[in-house]
């Protein structure tokens, strides 16, 4: 059965959970650059190079400084082609 | 002029750039004239700013401030609720300096910086040789500069591979192993200048690399390597015996956070982006130096909008080699060197314990 | 090891520079207080430092010949304080001179041992020519002296070594250091043996005031040498001596105070134009880092460059230039009379130097301070010549002791016999 998110959607929680260690009960659609003590610059490469593995895509510097939120990477993500 | 599409955001002849930037940077002072107050208090004070800009005629006659007042004092033209980051410096001595961006202010400083660096490097994100340790990189208490220099580079690079290992030597399996993976193709080298040398020189010489395929953007100063008598050009040479001539030394500061001069490959000297130029200034009257006549370097760039450092005065020592003449248009210059710190030579100094 | 700059250059270990001055401190033949062996030692030096020769390379040593003329430094020693019967030395003093102000290593150093102390001067490694000079018109002289001259006085240099810093403060009886607030702090935690004692010069600040009616009054001779004197003042060491006036404070009706001191710094600025002080491009980028930063704060209301020598800054109402600025920074300041100033004088301030004040005036004001500030009122150009007081201290008694000397206390009419001497109980 499909779930009410997206696959694309989920995936990528799965990465910010990941990335980030967070918690159950966090909600990594609402994390925001800078906002979590976890995205730091530092963060923000491991992110990427977790999104690049799992998407199979290539991010290139104008779209990685454009990442900064959940939603900013989703956009992001659907500019390079990732469907679901 | 058509601007040329490889040289990315270095297109402006010298004349058309002051006409583009002489009247953003009067903007951006009446700016900041009217959102930071102790900035509108050195105008006033200094009679730098008279009649809203109206008394300006040119370039150099913006008012500029010296760079070390962001050490001494807070001075940020947006509210305390919308500092998005504090951007801190080196400095060997002394406090730090602080620049205060809001989130605006920290995309666009990130989106100039990376026009420039896709100048030297290309739209793509390259394989990427690290010269410095992976703990420099580690989460740590203290903010470097070095870290941040080096992070802030990896957004330019994948496939990271750091050439030093914790303890600062070289880790040579792991430098041919980058190279057997990625050397036939495009990759990025980055790393401090005195690193790049230390580190990276010797061993290309010892294995007698082929960096051919490979672009070194490189950062920090000369004053360590002046010491071993290494300059620019011998720096050049040396690795252009190891098939690297795409080198690209780069000068920029955290006050000017984003405006970075770069480099060029074949008419030595660093060149300004569209949206910066520099003013040397002659110590003694503080007009403009002519070009071969070396002074202090001013910092002009249109990032700065949520601090006053759109127009800086530094402590380094430059010249302009020539104006129009090179690799990009625009100015053409290099750094001569540091001022030393002025010594208070009094009776308040004491020998110490 | 340590580098010793006087009597002769050397390097010799901690161990032998203890001994020497214990030893120095204990020998049947040590100085005394007002010793002559001193006062011949120091009347030489004076000849030495005023030759013109000398003069014209380094005046500012030339202050310091005057200071150490036999005549003046014979009849300090002569008088008696009218608590002592005698005063003798203290023993071993060790001085922590100031780093760049050169001169001022040796008044201090030459009142210690006109007190007769032995002396043990750390003096820093970043040199000047003139204290180069200075060590080497001493080492000549000192060949002359009277060996216990010689072996009772020692200046030596060294790295950042705790361990010399806190063996001399052990051995020592008085320590005289000088410096800013961190550096005190850091020298006081070297202990002092238990009957010993510090006798701290911290970081200090001066000012000058000028009445505005007297300068209007006072013709164009007159007025070009009280700015002469100003420069002097100013100039010298940079502005950087605690004594150096940082703030000119105009003492009159607003509009006429305004005047004066306008007139004052023109004045000023044609003298800096004859004198060229060497103002390098360091200290021009450190004066614009300072004065822009006086308007951050609103300290300032107005800052004005007359070329690198000279920066103008029209202080804000109650307040006074507080801190070095880079040479030739000064802060105007205009108050209706000397009361006014009074409150914003602090602990910090040290010198102020006049123009155009009455001594009774100057003596009420002192007063009114009441010890909160201010050791020193003396006239405009005179605010470097260094003096036996200072920093409100008598260095010739803080270098030496008293010692009572009383005979039994009898009715003269009972006991006649007691003029023939020493009698027993």
Not at chain 3, 69 to 86: E, H, I, P
Request: hydrophobic share 45%; charged share 25%; proline share 6%.
């Amino acid at each position: 059965m499909e779930s009410a998110q997206s696959t694309l959607d989920a995936r990528l929680q799965a990465v910010f959970t990941e990335v980030f260690n967070l918690g159950p009960e966090a909600e990594p659609a609402s994390l925001q650059y800078r906002d979590h003590p976890r995205w730091d610059s530092l963060g923000h490469m491991t992110l990427i190079v977790a999104v690049e593995r799992e998407f199979e895509v290539e991010v290139d510097p104008d779209q990685l400084i454009r990442i900064e939120s959940f939603d900013t990477a989703l956009v992001v993500l659907r500019e390079l082609g990732v469907e679901g | 002029m058509t601007p040329d599409p490889r040289s990315g955001c270095f297109t402006l002849a010298q004349a058309d750039r002051e006409a583009v930037l002489f009247p953003a940077l009067r903007e951006l002072t009446a700016h900041h004239y009217r959102h930071c107050a102790g900035y509108a208090r050195i105008l006033d004070a200094t009679g730098g700013w008279s009649d809203s800009g109206r008394g300006h005629r040119n370039l150099g006659d913006l008012p500029w401030l010296p760079v070390r007042l962001f050490k001494n004092h807070v001075l940020k033209s947006i509210p305390d609720e919308e500092v998005f980051t504090v951007v801190t410096s080196s400095g060997t001595t002394g406090q730090p300096s602080r620049v205060h961006l809001d989130r605006q202010a920290a995309a666009a400083q990130q989106a100039a910086l990376a026009s420039v660096l896709r100048t030297a490097i290309g739209p793509r994100r390259l394989p990427m040789l690290i010269v410095d340790s992976g703990a420099t990189v580690a989460r740590a208490a203290t903010v470097s500069a070095r870290r941040a220099g080096v992070l802030g580079m990896m957004a330019y690079g994948r496939d990271y591979t750091f050439l030093l290992d914790a303890d600062g030597e070289l880790d040579r399996p792991a430098a041919r192993a980058f190279l057997a993976a990625h050397g036939r193709a495009p990759f990025l080298v980055f790393g401090f200048t005195f690193l790049v040398w230390s580190a990276l020189a010797a061993f290309a010489a010892e294995e007698d690399l082929d960096l051919s395929q490979g672009v070194l953007v490189h950062t920090g100063g000369w004053k360590k390597l002046a010491d071993l008598a290494v300059d620019n050009d011998e720096f050049r040479r040396h690795f252009a015996r190891f098939g690297l001539r795409r080198i690209h030394n780069f000068y920029g500061m955290a006050e000017q956070i984003g405006t970075v001069f770069l480099e060029g490959t074949r008419m030595p000297g660093l060149y300004c982006p569209d949206f910066a130029d520099v003013v040397i200034r002659d110590p003694d009257t503080w007009r403009e130096a002519a070009v071969g006549t070396p002074g202090l370097i001013q910092v002009v760039s249109t990032l700065p909008r949520s601090y006053p450092g759109h127009s800086l005065l530094t402590e380094d020592l430059g010249v302009v080699h020539g104006v129009d003449d090179g690799d990009w248009p625009g100015k053409r210059f290099s750094i001569l060197g540091r001022l030393p710190r002025a010594e208070a030579r009094g009776c308040s100094d004491a020998v110490g314990g | 090891m340590l580098l010793q700059h006087f009597p002769e250059e050397r390097e010799l270990p901690l161990e032998q520079v203890l001994a020497g001055l214990r030893a120095a401190d204990r020998a049947p033949d040590r100085l005394g207080y007002g010793d002559e062996r001193v006062l011949d030692f120091l009347d030489a030096l004076s000849h030495e430092l005023l030759r013109p020769r000398l003069v014209r390379r380094h005046p500012e040593l030339a202050p310091l010949g005057f200071f150490l003329r036999r005549s003046r430094l014979a009849q300090w020693t002569r008088a008696t304080d009218g608590a002592a019967d005698l005063r003798v030395p203290r023993g071993i003093v060790f001085h922590i001179p100031p780093a760049n102000v050169s001169t001022l290593l040796a008044y201090p150093w030459a009142l210690s041992m006109l007190a007769g102390n032995a002396n043990v001067i750390r003096l820093s490694t970043r040199g000047s020519a003139a204290t180069d000079e200075l060590l080497g018109v001493l080492r000549e002289t000192v060949r002359q002296a009277d060996p216990a001259v010689r072996a009772s006085q020692l200046v030596v240099s060294y790295g950042h070594d705790d361990e010399v810093t806190a063996a001399l403060s052990a051995a020592c009886h008085l320590r005289l250091m000088w410096g800013g607030d961190q550096t005190i702090d850091r020298l006081r935690r070297f202990a002092l043996a238990p009957g010993a004692r510090d006798l701290p010069m911290p970081e200090r600040s001066s000012l000058c005031v000028v009445s505005a009616a007297t300068w209007q009054g006072t013709d164009e001779a007159g007025r070009t040498a009280v700015v002469e004197g100003f420069y002097n003042d100013a100039y010298w060491y940079g502005q950087a001596a605690c004594a150096s006036p940082l703030t000119i404070c105009w003492i009159g009706p607003d509009g006429q105070a305004a005047r004066a001191g306008a007139d004052f710094v023109d004045r000023l600025e044609a003298l800096v134009a004859q004198r060229r002080p060497q103002i390098d491009v360091e200290m021009a980028v450190e004066k614009r880092v300072a004065t822009y930063g006086l308007a951050v704060t609103a300290s300032a209301r107005s800052v004005g460059f007359r070329g690198n020598a000279l920066a103008v800054v029209s202080l804000s109402p109650g307040r006074l230039l507080e801190s070095w600025c880079g040479t030739g920074t000064f802060g105007l300041a205009c108050f209706p009379d000397l009361d006014a100033l009074a409150p914003l004088i602090t602990r910090r301030h040290q010198t102020i130097g006049h123009f155009g004040f009455e001594r009774d005036t100057l003596l009420a004001f002192a007063r009114r301070l009441a010890g909160r500030g201010v050791d020193r009122l003396v006239p405009v150009g005179e605010a470097l010549a260094f003096e036996r007081v200072w920093d409100g201290y008598d260095l010739l008694y803080e270098c030496s002791k008293a010692v009572t000397v009383r005979l039994p206390t009898t009715p003269p009419l009972r006991r006649p016999a007691a003029v023939a001497g020493p009698t027993g109980p």
